[in-house]
């Protein structure tokens, strides 16, 4: 990758897990490792002590508040590429 590829993924890391945060804990924890760990929703239910619903819930809204708060702003870097992380 180029240099500016390579800033603009940082950019895009930068401003995502800056969203994530802002989650509920509860949302942010599911999120995360249903996206960055890779486990399936009855993996993260048998961990969080829920159903594998309750699990899907948490991180459906949670990608669908990150997916408002980035279709507010258009201006951002690699737009389309958050556009597609979290759709």
Partial sequence: KSLDELLMDKERDKLLYRLID????IQKRRFLLYYDYDLNYYQIG???????SAAR????????KNKAQINECPCIFGYEDILLYVL
Avoid at 46 to 52: D, G, S, T, V, Y
Wanted: charged share 25%.
């Fill in 22 to 25: 802002e989650l509920p804990e």
């Fill in 46 to 52: 048998a961990m969080e002590h829920c159903n594998a």
């Fill in 57 to 64: 819930n948490s991180v459906v809204i949670a990608r669908e």
